[in-house]
């Protein structure tokens, strides 16, 4: 089962900020936060991971609380393309991905 | 990043017949790779991991004879559906750790199956 819980849905602005929260209270030590995202119809893309630093990358940034047992995705300036469903998950390792119900994300012009 | 690739992208079979699905790591090599089902409106589902060189693991409730796991080199992980029926009809998706402890895997593109 997954560890992670997330809002079903959320809606967005073109242009806007996209905050997108996750909740891992249960989170271990090694585990490592992973966000991806899926368009409809294709494979899952990945877009950040991190350990308890934030992080940033060309397509967003990783906020992760000092507890570590929340984190937020911000994805800048969202644009039309970022509609998708987007998957929080924790992970180990090398262990394969547990994906939840994700929140589906909609970015309105 | 690295690149997953799935063929084919969609397939349509008669009920009864079996149906092949290749996964390919392109620039990598991949000792490990992962099998995911979705069904419409649902979330990935995890099917087996297939380890190259050994029988791949499947997860509680899917079953190996009929969900044919092949991994036999450090590029190629196929899945064969064999005897299908329409309750097989699903997005088949794979996916493969592509660099060290820690990293991010990659998915392919998924693979629509339709028995009819």
């Known amino acids: 089962d997954a560890k992670t819980t997330q809002p079903p849905s959320m809606d967005c602005a073109e242009g806007r900020a996209a905050n997108l929260p996750c909740n891992h209270s249960t989170i271990s030590g090694n585990e490592y936060v992973y966000w991806y995202r899926q368009i409809h119809s294709q494979g899952p893309q990945y877009i950040i991971h991190g350990l308890k630093n934030n992080e940033t990358n060309e397509m967003a940034s990783l906020i992760i609380t000092e507890d570590r047992k929340s984190s937020t995705l911000i994805l800048p300036h969202a644009t039309l393309r970022d509609t998708a469903v987007y998957y929080c998950?924790?992970?180990?390792?090398?262990?394969?991905?547990?994906f939840g119900k994700g929140t589906r994300l909609s970015v309105i012009a | 990043g690295a690149v997953v690739s799935q063929h084919p992208s969609w397939v349509i079979c008669k009920s009864g017949t079996s149906v092949k699905i290749e996964c390919r790591s392109l620039?990598?090599?991949?000792?490990?790779m992962f099998w995911y089902r979705q069904f419409p409106k649902q979330s990935l589902m995890l099917m087996a991991t297939?380890?190259?060189?050994?029988?791949?693991?499947?997860e509680q409730g899917v079953e190996k004879d009929k969900f044919l796991i092949n991994h036999a080199s450090l590029t190629l992980s196929t899945l064969t559906v064999t005897s299908a029926h329409p309750e097989d009809s699903s997005f088949y998706i794979c996916?493969?750790?592509?660099?060290?402890?820690?990293?991010?895997?990659?998915f392919g593109q998924g693979t629509r199956l339709t028995v009819v």
């Open positions: 998950i924790v992970r180990v390792g090398d262990t394969p991905l547990v």
């Open positions: 297939s380890n190259e060189g050994s029988k791949a693991t499947y």
């Open positions: 996916s493969a750790n592509a660099g060290a402890t820690n990293t991010e895997a990659f």
């Open positions: 620039d990598f090599q991949a000792t490990t």
